[in-house]
């Protein structure tokens, strides 16, 4: 009979003899401290709640405010577990023909997914709010029960996302539940937001509530309990769903003359893998961020930061996409490597890519000019800096990094350490200081629109250098051509 | 067309290839076996440049491959699944191959069409990704493609197995029609000595990185290889 201790004992196995756990101590160190620091913000976060609350809106009872806004948690959480939780239904495979029961396999599959970073992460944010509040004298069973349901809600999606399985119409419901909230509220019809708050209330108010979550999580639970019981054999459950090329024109890139095979490819490449799509998910709301320094008038008087901020937004998909260039063709390197391509054909073609990811986020960002023209100039130099110097650079630190993509499965949370390899880190400060520094200096001295050209000029000075910097990489890729092949034989 | 000089390659102080002196003259059909772990991959891998030699140096038409890239245009191999693309349909990654040899989408679909009974009608088509084709078809995919744009030398590892016994056949007479109409260099490793001793003129006998035998092919060739591997059997 295999026990949960067994099972528990081959987790452990797994995690500590992976590829990326064996990896150098600085780079354990480094991890250690971004969970620390993740862990550490959502930590803050619980404690500082109540007190924000009480800031922003001081007649308001903090608890009733905090409940208010907790529905964009729970959306941000299904969005979050949506995108970048992996399902652990993969490692069941070797057990199936092992003398394990079923039942003992499915339990623990979903106990593993229990534990997952996920399900953690509102641990550490609501058990400190729940402590702040005991501490404020709210009545402690009342917040202890509240404290309950919201944790069943948090695993209850948990379960969801099991049940869906990466299904595209539950994002596209999800997406539209939001969008069509939004504009309720805005018209004034229904305020979700204000409903949700209600429902949170009164699960404070009236304890005995606390069963339509637990109800919910139970049967979420059975659910998958089943689904998992009757997909139980290789080809239901195990095996990924096949699905079909569908025909697309490419003889557009014909334009591109030598350059056309390894765009299509590449086009290919992002359309057709998992990995890749995130990425594209992640450029998406790097384009939202510069909301988050637009809307403060704090950052206003430090337009430093603002030129910080216009980085990101036309560099989402360059940065996402170019640190990890050649470790995207990670599995079927040896065969680029013996067939007959010149590096500088494959760089110049994943250098385009990127530059036209720039060029499709600035089209995008124009909205910005809501905030003024000066802030849509700043972004427009932005991007100048990211095709110019931004793109080669994160293409030298994408050179540096050998961690093996597996194309077509999630990215596990914290499992990519490829962004954490010191050395990248240690090339990637430039891509954004040296950006805020170029700003800085000819703001102080001269004018706002003198840093905006400042930072342009670096970019076009970049792009004069062009082929330098392709040479440069190329040598790169030469000296380390058979370390990148063994590097990339390695299971990720 | 390919000589080998000196070379050894050795992973932690242990040596896991050594051959002094090879020379494999142009359209010959090559065949190298060996139990587990006598360097096959290896020797194949060094061929291709994907890992250093340690010492010495092979040189394949007059070029020396771990010092210039001008063996490519003239060189094409398929030792595992790390060379197909698997985001790509079989067309795609024929059409892909083809570009990188100068062939345009004519020229390469020209080129699979007779290879059709090969596919078994399993492969063109089907709008399927490679990562979704069974193990067999993937393999017959990366056959095929390692002989787009007539390269002077094919490189296969193990290409018998994971197939089924038509298609074994099918590729021994490709192989055999290959090199005798276009003077192909094919150098072909394999565990079964039947196959590769009928489509092999020389065979290489490999063990523990270290040429034991080298045999013109005879009829009396695939007995002596298999009283060879039987020895190792009582000695151990």
């Keep these: 009979m295999m026990r949960i201790s067994e099972f528990l004992r081959l987790e452990w196995l797994q995690f500590t003899r992976s590829a990326y756990f064996q990896k150098g101590l600085a780079i354990k160190i480094l991890m250690g401290f971004l969970i620390l620091y993740f862990g550490g913000i959502a930590i803050l976060l619980g404690v500082g709640a109540y007190f924000i609350a009480e800031e922003v809106a001081p007649d308001v009872d903090p608890f009733v405010t905090v409940n208010n806004i907790l529905i964009l948690w729970i959306i941000a959480d299904m969005l979050l577990r949506y995108f970048l939780q992996q399902l652990p239904v993969i490692n069941v495979k070797p057990l199936m023909t092992l003398p394990v029961s079923r039942k003992r396999v499915i339990r623990f ?109 139970y049967m979420l639970y059975r659910a998958n309990i089943k689904l998992l019981h009757d997909g139980f054999y290789l080809d239901d459950m195990v095996t990924q769903k096949v699905t079909l090329a569908q025909e697309t024109d490419f003889s557009w890139l014909k334009r591109f003359g030598s350059l056309a095979p390894f765009l299509e490819n590449d086009i290919k490449l992002i359309s057709r893998n998992v990995r890749p799509r995130q990425v594209l998910f992640i450029a998406a709301v790097f384009l939202f961020y510069g909301l988050f320094f637009y809307t403060q008038d704090t950052y206003k008087d430090v337009p430093v930061i603002l030129a910080f901020a216009a980085i990101f937004i036309t560099g989402g998909f360059l940065l996402t996409f170019g640190q990890q260039v050649p470790s995207w063709d990670s599995q079927y390197y040896k065969l680029l490597m013996s067939q007959n391509i010149p590096y500088r054909q494959y760089l110049k073609a994943k250098w385009m890519l990127m530059v036209f990811g720039v060029l499709v986020s600035f089209v995008l960002s124009t909205p910005y000019i809501y905030f003024g023209w000066d802030i849509y100039a700043m972004i427009a130099a ?13 293409l030298i630190g994408g050179a540096l990094n050998r961690t093996p993509i597996v194309l077509n499965e999630k990215a596990k949370a914290f499992a990519n350490t490829s962004g954490f390899n010191p050395t990248q880190l240690l090339i990637g400060l430039p891509k954004v200081f040296l950006p805020m520094i170029l700003f800085y200096i000819p703001y102080k001295l001269i004018n706002f629109e003198a840093g905006l050209i400042s930072i342009a000029i670096g970019g076009f000075i970049g792009l004069a250098f062009r082929s330098y910097f392709l040479s440069l990489i190329e040598k790169i890729y030469l000296k380390g051509k058979y370390k990148t092949i063994a590097a990339f034989e390695q299971e990720p | 067309m390919i000589t080998v000089n000196n070379l050894s390659k050795s992973y932690n102080n242990i040596e896991v290839l050594n051959i002094a002196e090879l020379a494999i003259p142009k359209g010959q059909s090559f065949g190298l076996v060996g139990n587990n772990g006598a360097g096959k991959t290896t020797f194949f891998s060094l061929l291709l440049d994907l890992i250093r030699p340690t010492n010495g140096y092979i040189t394949s038409n007059g070029v020396r491959v771990d010092a210039s890239e001008d063996w490519k245009p003239f ?7 790390s060379f197909l693309i698997g985001y790509l349909t079989p067309e795609e990654y024929f059409y892909f191959i083809g570009k990188l040899r100068g062939q345009n989408k004519s020229d390469v679909n020209a080129f699979i069409s007779q290879y059709e009974g090969f596919f078994n009608d399993e492969i063109l088509g089907k709008r399927k990704f490679l990562r979704d084709l069974s193990k067999g078809n993937q393999k017959k995919v990366g056959l095929i493609g390692a002989l787009i744009g007539a390269p002077e030398i094919v490189i296969l590892d193990e290409p018998f197995a994971n197939l089924d016994p038509t298609t074994q056949i099918r590729l021994k007479q490709l192989i055999k029609s290959e090199t005798e109409n276009t003077h192909t260099t094919f150098l072909i490793s394999s565990h079964d000595l039947l196959h590769v001793t009928e489509v092999s003129e020389r065979i290489v006998v490999l063990e523990k990185g270290q040429v034991i035998k080298d045999l013109h092919t005879n009829p009396e060739t695939l007995k002596e290889l298999e009283s060879y591997f039987s020895e190792a059997l009582d000695v151990n």
């Design chain 1, 109 to 217: 599959v979903m106990l593993k997914s229990v534990t997952s970073f996920f399900n953690i992460l509102p641990l550490l944010l609501f058990i400190p709010f729940t402590i702040v509040l005991v501490f404020h004298d709210y009545n402690p069973i009342q917040t202890l029960v509240w404290f309950v349901g919201i944790l069943s809600l948090s695993l209850s999606i948990n379960f969801t996302n099991f049940l869906i399985n990466k299904n595209n119409t539950y994002f596209y419901s999800l997406l539209s539940v939001v969008v069509i909230s939004f504009a309720l509220k805005y018209f004034g019809v229904f305020d979700l937001g204000f409903f949700a708050g209600l429902c949170f209330n009164a699960l404070f108010d009236k304890p005995y509530l606390i069963f339509i979550p637990l109800t919910l999580v």
């Design chain 1, 382 to 394: 932005g991007a100048v800096f990211n095709i110019g110097l931004n793109s080669f650079v994160t």
């Design chain 2, 75 to 81: 060189t094409s191999a398929f030792l595992d699944e």
